[in-house]
């Protein structure tokens, strides 16, 4: 036998870790102070956050009035964030002139929208189809029927009087609805072979995108009824809503370009050669893996859709942030932070649809990944 | 050309059911030319493949072999001469061109499984939304060829959980179901791992003993002496020889041939 050879004789056994991988202190070590560098920078951001935080709680809660209180606590000297403001307008932010009789109207569509959405973007939840069905054909038409009335013996609510969250959702919700399935077909023109089709959605989607979304709303409003019949008119809301959605439509298109761009040529290929129409190797083979590449752009192209909703107060509509900013002059509650409570108050209201919307998006990401794969 | 491998699958092949049509054309293709933009690819191609025959396409990278069968279903276009497939001519009519697709099978290099969709849901598109044919009748179908290719425990699985040769037969069976009158092979084992070239060459054998109607892109030159009928040799665009596998490949006429055949053959 010569030197090289080996062979095990005996198994090694399995002896405990000489120093502790795991606990706070080692974390802390490892994350906080594993270097000098590392060991300033920590402690700059400790001594930053107690510059910062204890103000803000001060701010935000000690000092703050809360609900329920008076105009008088909000006017005394170094007060804090006057919620009280918010509690007592709270019924504007969310309706704006909306009449207040007839607020079960809004009501009713909130508590539809929501019995309706959760079951939809719940995975396990069986009847997608019906969900769906539901949702994208019943519910705006029973929507509009509830919100705007004049039939069924309901008061006629004029778009005018709509306001507040009302409109920042039903602008953002429709926008959504329509942005992406236009954008998909804008996708799919400017990919098509046809050069009528193909030239109209380049020139659709390179036109809106070099203009600003105020641009779009202005033309929505001022040009839109020159170039309709005499005497009619197009509801303000209305020219919001397609002015917001085609703005939108062009920026997703070019984000779901993106993902079939992605796709892999054999792809097109494969569904080609087995015979698949157009329509179908587009439907079944491209999109599916298409949009699921562009999650993260869509969801974007979502969120700053949903916080442009805020500029349709250019049109003459008073969504939340308006109607924020309207309240915020009201005399009855003249205070110091009277407006600087009402701006946080929309913050956080934007704040928290836009981060449920990122975090479903992740949600879906991780499981469409480990969906097919190893 | 390191992938060239002359490994041959060890079983004496079944001749009863191959029988090369004397009257029946399958393909059919005549003075036909294509160009990218200025480059000359494909030169005055003409081929005329008889129903059941098995012709295996050789040549240098570059030569034209794999733009020769993807014109026959038009992935490619040519812009001169005629091709007829099952006696329809294919043109810009994309009617035709889908008619001709439904009954030519074709398998690519690399699989091009449909990654988001189960092997059976690969199976099973194309006969249910080309052909009309009902769910589970289509599942019946896939399931009988699944295990034609060996592997009907997986057709609940996505593509990305098989193995390389596990996805060329699913790729194979994907085409079958559509029950085709021809098919194309585009290298089909040419981005396989060594240890799986046989499993796919022992399906596609068995299919050539069906006397099913097949063009073949390969280098697998085992396989040409084994299944095929006609051996064509392709270089810069054109056909430069053509022949019987024996006499292809013991007796080559041309120089690029004869070439082509010391580099490959040891």
Same mark, same amino acid.
């Given at each position: 036998?010569?030197?090289?050879?080996?062979?095990?004789?005996?198994?090694?056994?399995?002896?405990?870790?000489?120093?502790? &991988?795991?606990?706070?202190?080692?974390?802390?070590?490892?994350?906080?102070?594993?270097?000098?560098?590392?060991?300033?920078?920590?402690?700059?951001?400790?001594?930053?956050?107690?510059?910062?935080?204890?103000?803000?709680?001060?701010?935000?809660?000690?000092?703050?009035?809360?609900?329920?209180?008076?105009?008088?606590?909000?006017?005394?000297?170094?007060?804090?964030?006057?919620?009280?403001?918010?509690?007592?307008?709270?019924?504007?932010?969310?309706?704006?002139?909306?009449?207040?009789?007839?607020?079960?109207?809004?009501?009713?569509?909130?508590?539809?929208?929501?019995?309706?959405?959760?079951?939809?973007?719940?995975?396990?939840?069986?009847?997608?189809?019906?969900?769906?069905?539901?949702?994208?054909?019943?519910?705006?038409?029973?929507?509009?029927?509830?919100?705007?009335?004049?039939?069924?013996?309901?008061?006629?609510?004029?778009?005018?009087?709509?306001?507040?969250?009302?409109?920042?959702?039903?602008?953002?919700?429709?926008?959504?609805?329509?942005?992406?399935?236009?954008?998909?077909?804008?996708?799919?023109?400017?990919?098509?072979?046809?050069?009528?089709?193909? &030239?109209?959605?380049?020139?659709?989607?390179?036109?809106?995108?070099?203009?600003?979304?105020?641009?779009?709303?202005?033309?929505?409003?001022?040009?839109?009824?020159?170039?309709?019949?005499?005497?009619?008119?197009?509801?303000?809301?209305?020219?919001?809503?397609?002015?917001?959605?085609?703005?939108?439509?062009?920026?997703?298109?070019?984000?779901?370009?993106?993902?079939?761009?992605?796709?892999?040529?054999?792809?097109?290929?494969?569904?080609?050669?087995?015979?698949?129409?157009?329509?179908?190797?587009?439907?079944?083979?491209?999109?599916?893996?298409?949009?699921?590449?562009?999650?993260?752009?869509?969801?974007?192209?979502?969120?700053?859709?949903?916080?442009?909703?805020?500029?349709?107060?250019?049109?003459?509509?008073?969504?939340?942030?308006?109607?924020?900013?309207?309240?915020?002059?009201?005399?009855?509650?003249?205070?110091?932070?009277?407006?600087?409570?009402?701006?946080?108050?929309?913050?956080?209201?934007?704040?928290?649809?836009?981060?449920?919307?990122?975090?479903?998006?992740?949600?879906?990401?991780?499981?469409?990944?480990?969906?097919?794969?190893? | 050309?390191?992938?060239?491998?002359?490994?041959?699958?060890?079983?004496?092949?079944?001749?009863?059911?191959?029988?090369?049509?004397?009257?029946?054309?399958?393909?059919?293709?005549?003075?036909?030319?294509?160009?990218?933009?200025?480059?000359?690819?494909?030169?005055?191609?003409?081929?005329?493949?008889?129903?059941?025959?098995?012709?295996?396409?050789?040549?240098?990278?570059?030569?034209?072999?794999?733009?020769?069968?993807?014109?026959?279903?038009?992935?490619?276009?040519?812009?001169?001469?005629?091709?007829?497939?099952?006696?329809?001519?294919?043109?810009?009519?994309?009617?035709?061109?889908?008619?001709?697709?439904?009954?030519?099978?074709?398998?690519?290099?690399?699989?091009?499984?449909?990654?988001?969709?189960?092997?059976?849901?690969?199976?099973?598109?194309?006969?249910?939304?080309?052909?009309?044919?009902?769910?589970?009748?289509?599942?019946?179908?896939?399931?009988?060829?699944?295990?034609?290719?060996?592997?009907?425990?997986?057709?609940?699985?996505?593509?990305?959980?098989?193995?390389?040769?596990?996805?060329?037969?699913?790729?194979?069976?994907?085409?079958?179901?559509?029950?085709?009158?021809?098919?194309?092979?585009?290298?089909?084992?040419?981005?396989?791992?060594?240890?799986?070239?046989?499993?796919?060459?022992?399906?596609?054998?068995?299919?050539?003993?069906?006397?099913?109607?097949?063009?073949?892109?390969?280098?697998?030159?085992?396989?040409?002496?084994?299944?095929?009928?006609?051996?064509?040799?392709?270089?810069?665009?054109?056909?430069?020889?053509?022949?019987?596998?024996?006499?292809?490949?013991?007796?080559?006429?041309?120089?690029?041939?004869?070439?082509?055949?010391?580099?490959?053959?040891?």
């Amino acid at each position: 036998m010569t030197d090289m050879a080996f062979v095990r004789s005996e198994i090694a056994p399995a002896k405990p870790a000489p120093v502790r &991988t795991s606990g706070l202190v080692v974390w802390a070590r490892k994350n906080l102070f594993a270097s000098v560098g590392d060991t300033v920078l920590t402690l700059l951001a400790v001594l930053f956050l107690i510059w910062v935080i204890p103000p803000l709680l001060n701010f935000l809660v000690f000092r703050a009035v809360p609900p329920g209180g008076t105009v008088e606590q909000c006017r005394v000297e170094n007060v804090g964030a006057c919620w009280a403001y918010i509690a007592s307008e709270i019924e504007f932010f969310i309706y704006g002139f909306y009449p207040m009789a007839e607020y079960w109207r809004p009501n009713t569509v909130f508590a539809l929208f929501a019995l309706l959405l959760v079951p939809l973007l719940w995975p396990r939840v069986p009847f997608k189809l019906a969900n769906a069905l539901l949702f994208f054909i019943p519910f705006p038409i029973i929507a509009v029927i509830l919100l705007a009335g004049g039939t069924f013996g309901l008061r006629y609510v004029p778009t005018e009087q709509w306001g507040g969250l009302l409109v920042t959702l039903i602008i953002s919700v429709v926008g959504i609805c329509c942005a992406l399935p236009l954008g998909i077909l804008l996708a799919l023109g400017r990919q098509s072979k046809l050069p009528i089709v193909k &030239t109209l959605c380049i020139c659709f989607i390179e036109l809106v995108r070099s203009v600003p979304l105020i641009t779009v709303l202005f033309m929505a409003s001022i040009m839109l009824p020159l170039f309709m019949p005499q005497g009619t008119t197009v509801d303000k809301l209305v020219r919001a809503l397609v002015g917001v959605t085609l703005f939108s439509s062009a920026y997703m298109a070019e984000v779901v370009r993106g993902g079939m761009q992605a796709v892999g040529r054999g792809q097109y290929e494969a569904a080609a050669a087995l015979g698949l129409g157009y329509w179908r190797r587009m439907g079944f083979i491209i999109l599916p893996q298409a949009l699921k590449h562009v999650i993260p752009g869509i969801v974007g192209t979502f969120i700053s859709l949903f916080k442009d909703t805020s500029l349709v107060y250019i049109v003459g509509m008073k969504d939340l942030l308006e109607a924020v900013k309207t309240k915020n002059d009201a005399i009855e509650w003249a205070a110091p932070t009277q407006a600087v409570t009402g701006y946080i108050f929309a913050a956080a209201v934007f704040w928290a649809f836009c981060f449920s919307i990122s975090r479903y998006s992740r949600y879906w990401e991780n499981r469409l990944n480990t969906g097919h794969k190893r | 050309m390191s992938d060239v491998s002359v490994a041959t699958v060890e079983r004496s092949i079944d001749t009863s059911q191959m029988k090369v049509s004397q009257t029946e054309v399958a393909v059919e293709i005549i003075g036909m030319n294509k160009w990218y933009a200025d480059f000359h690819v494909l030169r005055d191609i003409n081929l005329k493949v008889m129903k059941g025959e098995r012709i295996v396409i050789a040549g240098p990278s570059g030569s034209g072999k794999s733009t020769l069968i993807r014109c026959i279903n038009r992935l490619e276009e040519h812009q001169q001469g005629q091709i007829i497939v099952n006696g329809t001519e294919l043109t810009s009519d994309l009617r035709r061109v889908d008619e001709v697709r439904r009954e030519v099978g074709m398998v690519f290099q690399h699989f091009n499984l449909f990654p988001h969709l189960t092997i059976m849901q690969n199976l099973t598109l194309a006969p249910i939304w080309v052909r009309g044919i009902p769910k589970a009748e289509a599942e019946a179908t896939a399931m009988k060829y699944l295990e034609r290719v060996r592997i009907p425990e997986q057709a609940s699985k996505f593509p990305g959980q098989l193995s390389g040769g596990q996805q060329q037969r699913v790729a194979i069976a994907r085409s079958l179901c559509m029950n085709p009158q021809i098919m194309l092979f585009d290298e089909p084992t040419s981005a396989l791992d060594p240890e799986m070239v046989k499993e796919v060459l022992e399906v596609m054998i068995s299919l050539a003993e069906e006397g099913m109607t097949m063009l073949c892109v390969t280098h697998e030159m085992g396989f040409a002496r084994q299944v095929a009928n006609r051996v064509i040799f392709m270089d810069q665009g054109q056909i430069i020889e053509q022949n019987e596998p024996e006499a292809f490949f013991s007796n080559p006429q041309h120089e690029r041939t004869k070439l082509f055949l010391s580099q490959i053959l040891h």
